[in-house]
């Protein structure tokens, strides 16, 4: 009898596991099935750059928002939805990453507190790292980088600022500072709140300044990274593996040209992924949210090759001839009293457009403004393609001009100085090291202005005297004829 109730309550326990088994399942499947489905939905959002005039088209991706960014230029290639707040994820960490690696040296060694290492769940990305365990930031940067560790995360954050809550605060000023203007963090590392979000744009201007930093290309290029046993660190064997197929060595996603690469995902932000590659001198960024796995790897991989196959670089000073400075008899001179013959002013030799392969440069619009931050600067020359912008390049004063400029108004001061006992070469060149610049144009305006006023002044003068001595030779011709006229009685003899 016993053996029978036994028999009973195994059979139902069976049946019950099995049934919740299969609701399980059934629910995985059910849930799998809606986010392809909406992701296929996605994948027929209208991309914003297929609609520029004679832009090549660019490929449909699943991903809710996406961009493609030049690096050097900041030129969009290819854009849907850049500006639409999303979830980021564990993308995130290249901001904390980009400001440890601004604030801190490498060796400085970071201590894992309390609540870095339990303010986590459990199930969240982590290396295993203990409280009071201490590593390096070098360490760090790479279990964060590489493992996307939440915890080592919260722990280079309160060792930049002190406490969690106040490195949040200096990311949200860091990105402001890089341009960002929609977008506010809450957290280190991205796990999920509500008013911790980005737009694939501002995400593609941190990585514009994340991927400029060799080391953290390094840091985020690397599949697998060791943290040795130390006194601080008892582990022996504390491994930090990437989840980022495009960085699996001979792996189906592997991208040739990847310079770096960091993965992100939560239930509410889907697959993120940030990357960029250099091929042929140039350098893209590609940024993809809210996508499915593997896609967010195939549709990344699809928008390089697309941005690698239908982009050129093209130098700007090597092309430029509407402002080729050097041509103008102004600005350089074989008479040595103004200076040696090298051209005052010169546009940057290392700026560049990024353009269409079937463009020319001369199919490019163009326009100077003096509105320029870089001291050596004294103009920029911005760029468009049928609207778009495809890059800038500064108008710099030319190196040596200093030197070579003759300045009359310290000459004396400097055959002085020359003169002077004990001179050194560097005080006789910080005599000569102030060069004016002068604005032609407005010089010119002033001149004309101020010639102008003068001949009217003598032409108001001229009319006015004119006027005064006609009248006065009207009086004298009036006495003259009263003299003249003769009365009834001028022949008689009284």
């Not at 353009?355 to 100077?368: G, H, K, N, Q, R």
Request: charged residues 25%; contains cysteine.
């Amino acid at each position: 009898m016993r053996k029978s109730i036994k028999k009973r309550l195994l059979i139902l326990g069976m049946g019950a596991f099995l049934f919740s088994y299969t609701c399980l399942a059934n629910s995985f499947v059910s849930c799998a099935t809606d986010y392809l489905a909406e992701e296929e939905a996605r994948r027929s959002l209208p991309i914003a750059s297929n609609s520029y005039e004679e832009w090549p088209d660019g490929p449909a991706v699943g991903a809710q928002g996406a961009i493609l960014m030049e690096a050097e230029t900041g030129t969009i290639l290819y854009e849907k939805n850049i500006h639409e707040k999303l979830y980021p994820a564990s993308v995130t960490k290249i901001l904390t990453c980009l400001i440890g690696s601004e604030e801190c040296q490498m060796d400085e060694e970071v201590t894992m507190s309390h609540d870095a290492v339990f303010s986590i769940p459990r199930n969240s990305s982590n290396i295993g790292l203990d409280e009071g365990e201490v590593i390096t930031v070098e360490q760090c940067m790479y279990g964060i980088l590489v493992a996307s560790a939440n915890e080592a995360a919260n722990a280079l954050a309160e060792h930049v600022s002190g406490s969690m809550e106040d490195f949040v605060a200096l990311m949200n000023r860091r990105a402001k500072e890089l341009g960002c203007e929609n977008s506010h963090f809450v957290t280190t590392n991205g796990l999920h709140d509500e008013q911790h979000y980005t737009t694939p744009y501002d995400l593609a201007l941190i990585a514009q300044k994340f991927f400029d930093n060799e080391l953290l290309c390094k840091m985020s290029s690397t599949p697998s990274y060791y943290i040795p046993q130390s006194p601080t660190q008892p582990d022996d064997d504390l491994y930090a593996n990437t989840h980022n197929q495009l960085l699996f060595p001979g792996g189906k996603y592997n991208y040739e040209y990847i310079v770096g690469s960091k993965t992100g995902f939560t239930s509410d932000s889907r697959q993120t992924l940030v990357s960029c590659a250099e091929k042929d001198g140039m350098k893209l960024i590609c940024v993809v949210m809210r996508e499915e796995s593997p896609h967010q790897f195939e549709d990344t991989i699809s928008l390089f090759e697309y941005g690698f196959s239908n982009f050129q670089k093209v130098n700007i000073a090597a092309n430029e001839k509407e402002y080729t400075v050097e041509n103008h008899d102004f600005f350089q001179t074989d008479n040595d009293v103004f200076g040696a013959s090298n051209p005052i002013l010169s546009i940057n030799p290392s700026d560049s457009v990024v353009i269409p392969i079937t463009a020319v440069f001369d199919d490019l619009d163009s326009e100077l403004t003096y509105d320029t931050e870089s001291s050596s600067s004294v103009a920029s020359i911005q760029y468009t393609y049928h609207g778009i912008p495809v890059g800038s390049a500064t108008v710099d004063l030319a190196e040596g001009e200093a030197e070579n400029t003759f300045d009359f108004e310290n000459q004396n001061q400097m055959e002085s100085q020359a003169d002077t006992e004990g001179e050194t070469e560097e005080e006789s060149r910080d005599a000569g090291d102030k060069v004016i610049f002068v604005n032609v144009r407005l010089v010119i305006v002033w001149i004309i202005g101020i010639a102008g006023f003068f001949i009217l002044l003598f032409v108001v003068k001229a009319v006015v005297d004119n006027y005064q001595f006609a009248q006065r030779r009207k009086v004298r011709n009036r006495h003259k004829k009263r003299k003249k006229i003769k009365t009834e009685f001028d022949d008689f003899d009284f």
